[in-house]
Nanobody, 123 residues
Framework: VQLQASGGGLVQAGGSLRLSCAAS????????MGWFRQAPGKERDVVAA????????NYAESVKGRFTISRDNAKNTIYLQMNSLKPEDTAVYYC?????????????????WGQGTLVTVSS
């Protein structure tokens, strides 16, 4: 399985970006998917996760109300809409596929990682 993340870039504080992650596997729709991020000097942590059919979503407290995770199983793609971006959102963002039909914070549940896309938010 290959996960190809895109959509990162440089944006001013208060701006928006939409990340996309395309999966190569046709059984994509069986698995939970998620977005993680790793800021400089910090550990990688979950940002948002979505269940196999999009019915359950979970967010880190720091992004609730600003970020929205979604998926299009017909296109084997997940998205992360990021609004009201803050400088502290600056990080490399990774998409990931879970072994189970839902997501969680537990990175041992991840079966595949994407390559990461850099988001930089300037103040």
């Amino acid at each position: 399985v290959q996960l190809q993340a895109s959509g990162g870039g440089l944006v001013q504080a208060g701006g928006s970006l939409r990340l996309s992650c395309a999966a190569s596997r046709r059984t994509f729709s069986d698995n939970g998917m998620g977005w993680f991020r790793q800021a400089p000097g910090k550990e990688r942590d979950v940002v948002a996760a979505i269940s196999w059919n999009g019915g359950i979503t979970n967010y880190a407290e720091s992004v609730k109300g600003r970020f929205t995770i979604s998926r299009d199983n017909a296109k084997n793609t997940i998205y992360l809409q990021m609004n009201s971006l803050k400088p502290e959102d600056t990080a490399v963002y990774y998409c990931a596929s879970y072994r189970r039909p839902w997501g969680s914070r537990d990175q041992s549940e991840i079966s595949f990682w994407g390559q990461g896309t850099l988001v930089t938010v300037s103040s």
